[in-house]
């Protein structure tokens, strides 16, 4: 999670902007600023990098942080076929 350009890390993603997932935590404490069970809406950065918006505002990406949360992975984004899993 790279907090000063609020995105994540997900090599290989698939995900196209618009998409929605499930953000879970994976057991751990939560990225900053994402809820465990919580639907958001993927903005896509790069092909190794997205973003996560409100659905009610699906173009403004949600500002993350880390501090002590960042590390307690595995964190996850799940779509209706796949986790995508991240620390």
């Not at 953000?23 to 600023?33: A, D, H, M, N, Q």
């Not at 403004?60 to 620390?87: K, M, V």
Request: glycine share 18%; hydrophobic share 35%.
């Amino acid at each position: 999670v790279d907090t000063a350009a609020n995105t994540i890390e997900l090599p290989g993603h698939g995900l196209t902007t618009g998409t929605t997932v499930t953000y879970r935590t994976g057991g751990g404490l939560p990225v900053g600023g994402l809820v465990d069970g919580k639907d958001y809406t993927v903005i896509v950065a790069d092909a190794t990098h997205v973003q996560l918006a409100n659905p009610s505002a699906p173009s403004t990406p949600l500002a993350l942080s880390g501090g002590a949360t960042l590390g307690n992975g595995p964190h996850g984004l799940g779509t209706d076929t796949e986790t995508l899993a991240f620390d």
